[in-house]
């Protein structure tokens, strides 16, 4: 890829600058020590240093990175040597003169405006003139931080999220002197380690921590109405904890009197809750409990807490602080929203909104309201990226925390994209990857799955109302690459084997583990490999009637894959260079019938030995032969469909689904 225009996908154009090798954090206190601890366990290559003025701070730090390095390989999350490799890669001193060759210092530490900036003139004597200083502010903006710097174009704000080694979301602030570049190569260094960076204005408190904020504010100013623990029962219906019992585990009153007061600067409206000042703990419920709420206490709870997520939603966008992707994914994964606020918005429909809105006007008069028409907020991708790259259009899966796992919503929108591109003359073609260097896709999303169970015919409808994408790419001219950063599962898979080619990175794998989960891949997997790659039946048998996952390399010799990279950058140019010899070119047919050596019956082990549904595998082997029979693509996907509706009705799909939601192995020795 040519070009360094900031792209929606942050990991298409190779980086402009080089990764830093050493980083200091600065700050022991818990944000700091856990940043370190991501940063050590995603760069094996980078030195890091975490500098604190006190020495028992730092002493703290090491015993916190110590204990989350030993919860990791407790969990079997982290092998030992890793764990010892990531403690051992942090360095901890009570001298800032420890930075002089740091490539990045990322400071964590209290949230005062004067002491931030003490620092930052100390670091920047010390520092190279071009090496990277980023702020963890959550509510500072970086013109404030930064504009008495020498070379202020080197510094932003990136801000983190508890647990920062866990949490995937980061804010990256875009000022106006901030180097474009330094910007960028943030984004891909977050992107390409897992976390997921949103990009926003230097407004104060940024994107996501005036939601935060915001709705911790208005619960307190409703506890003469409710008490904390009904706030929060409520509350549960859209987070997963209730603003109360956040407060208590982040300490985070005084916080909140300090980013509102901060935010008054825009209007009185935000005022901080008077009770911040002289509560320390909320009397509240413990995660997931509630307690009994009255009809209208909790309506009235409802009403100002949509009301505020939704006029701070709106003056985000209006005042274009973010993109309305990066606020519903991000209050998702940051603030832990079970759904984005927009996407709320749009389930509660445009009247519901409208009267919640009116009523918060009443309630909380100075705070924002919308701007536009209610529909406008909703003109978006939520789960889908677009790049157009040199003539292609590059779609990107975006849906990080179910490794891009497709949903209805994420079908439509690609399926819209395409369709709204492909008349366009300028477009080539098409690419479609998946976001971060972990998945492309790991298939259907196994939660809709269950909703199929125990009958036939729906779950028949379902798999062929789920394959309107994959059937149009079917139909298209011009051509679509699949390009595999990482894992392609399942329906993932499925879907990438009806795109015109596919090329993967050399790490990635290819795996239809839908026997694994007791039934039977529905959207093409059992026909279309083996009438494009008659030649690979043996092992397209294995993998379909035992799990067996195919390392991209496997893939390449059998023809499935057409090309190798060794970086996310290579297999979306090689993906690009497919699209350019395929255009214009015509698709072979898939309608031919194909003789195949059928797979051999007895009994199939899956990965790692364990047991399979015997009546799974057998409804599985059948399918593929009678499809392979079928003399148009159409008809034999239509066993495809069928015989995922015949596997629904099994126990073994009963237990396999419910045991991957229930995060345990399945036991069909039981089901059979
Ligand atoms: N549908 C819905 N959610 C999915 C998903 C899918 N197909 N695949 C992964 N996820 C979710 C997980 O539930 C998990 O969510 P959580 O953090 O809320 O618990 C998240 O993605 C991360 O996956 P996790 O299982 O924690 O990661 P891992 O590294 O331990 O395992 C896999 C990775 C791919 C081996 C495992 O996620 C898996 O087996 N997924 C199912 C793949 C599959 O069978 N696909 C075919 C479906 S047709």
């Known amino acids: 890829m040519s070009t360094t225009a900031p792209r929606e996908n942050p990991l298409l154009a190779p980086p402009a600058l080089p990764r830093p090798k050493t980083i200091a954090v600065i700050g022991a206190g818990t944000i700091g020590p856990d940043i370190a601890y991501y940063l050590a366990s995603t760069l094996p290559d980078a030195k890091l240093v975490l500098v604190d003025v006190v020495e028992e701070a730092l002493a703290r730090a090491k015993e916190r990175i110590a204990k989350t390095a030993d ?21 901890y001193t009570l001298r800032y003169d420890d930075l002089a060759g740091a490539d990045w210092v990322l400071e964590a530490a209290t949230e005062r405006l004067e002491l931030k900036r003490k620092i930052f003139t100390q670091v920047e004597s010390l520092i190279r003139d071009d090496a990277w200083i980023t702020s963890n502010t959550s509510s500072l903006p970086a013109a404030r931080l930064f504009s008495h710097l020498k070379h202020p174009e080197r510094a932003t704000v990136t801000h983190f999220f508890a647990p920062a080694f866990q949490n995937p979301a980061v804010e990256v602030i875009r000022w106006d002197k901030a180097r474009a570049d330094v910007v960028e190569a943030l984004r891909a260094l977050f992107a390409a380690t897992g976390k997921v960076p949103f990009v926003t204005s230097d407004a104060l408190c940024f994107m996501l921590d005036r939601v935060f904020d915001n709705w911790c504010n208005d619960a307190a100013l409703l506890l003469g109405d409710a008490t904390a623990a009904e706030i929060d029962t409520v509350a549960h219906a859209y987070v997963h904890a209730g603003p109360f019992e956040v407060l208590n585990l982040a300490h985070g009153n005084p916080i909140i009197v300090e980013t509102n007061t901060l935010q008054m600067e825009e209007g009185p409206a935000y005022r901080p809750a008077r009770v911040f000042e002289s509560v320390r703990e909320w009397h509240t419920v413990a995660p997931g409990k509630s307690v009994p709420v009255a009809d209208d206490v909790a309506a009235k709870v409802r009403d100002r807490m949509l009301g505020v997520l939704f006029s701070q939603s709106v003056d985000i966008l209006d005042r274009g602080i973010g993109a309305p992707a990066d606020l519903d994914l991000g209050c998702v994964l940051g603030l832990g929203f079970k759904k984005g ?86 477009v080539k073609g098409f690419v479609l990857t998946g976001y971060g260097e972990r998945a492309f896709c790991a298939g259907a999303d196994i939660g809709r799955l269950g909703e199929t169970l125990g009958d036939a015919e729906a779950a028949a409808g379902f798999a062929r109302e789920c394959s309107r994408l994959l059937l149009h790419l079917d139909r298209m001219d011009k051509p679509v690459v699949a390009a595999l950063n990482g894992m392609a599962l399942g329906g993932g898979l499925e879907l990438a084997l009806r795109c015109t080619a596919l090329v993967a990175h050399q790490g990635a794998s290819l795996q239809l583990p839908e026997v694994t989960l007791g039934i039977a891949p529905g959207i093409g997997g059992l026909v279309v490999p083996y009438r494009r790659w ?52 015509p698709r072979p047919s898939l309608d031919k019938p194909v003789q195949l050596a059928p797979p051999a019956s007895g009994p199939t082990k899956g990965p790692g030995g364990a047991a399979l549904s015997a009546e799974v595998v057998g409804i599985i082997r059948k399918a593929i032969v009678d499809a392979a029979a079928k003399d148009s693509l159409g008809a034999a996907l239509d066993v495809g469909y069928r015989a995922f509706g015949a596997s629904a ?24």
Do not use: W
Not at 411 to 417: M, P, Q
């Open 649 to 672: 009705c099994t126990a073994g799909a009963r237990e396999g689904i419910t045991a991957f939601l229930e995060k345990r192995k399945p036991d069909f020795e039981r089901t059979g």
């Open 341 to 426: 606020p927009l996407e709320l918005m749009r389930e509660l429909g445009e009247a519901e909104c409208q009267r919640i809105f009116e009523r918060f006007a009443r309630e909380r008069p100075g705070m924002p309201q919308p701007k536009r028409p209610l529909p406008e907020y909703q003109r978006f991708s939520r789960k889908v990226l677009a790049d157009e790259v040199d003539g292609v259009c590059v779609i990107t899966l975006r849906r990080p925390q179910a490794l891009n796992a497709l949903d209805d919503e994420m079908t439509d929108e690609v399926l819209a994209l395409i369709k709204a591109r492909e008349g366009d003359p300028k």
């Open 534 to 585: 008659p030649n690979a039946a043996p092992v397209l048998h294995d993998m379909l009637a035992s799990g067996k996952r195919l390392s991209a390399r496997e893939a390449k010799e059998l023809g499935v894959v057409s090309a190798l990279g060794g970086s996310y950058q290579e297999v979306l140019r090689l993906a690009q260079d497919e699209v350019s010899a395929r255009a214009g070119k």
């Open 71 to 91: 919860k990791g390989v407790k969990k079997g999350k982290l092998k030992p040597e890793d764990a010892a490799r990531i403690t051992a890669a942090v360095s």
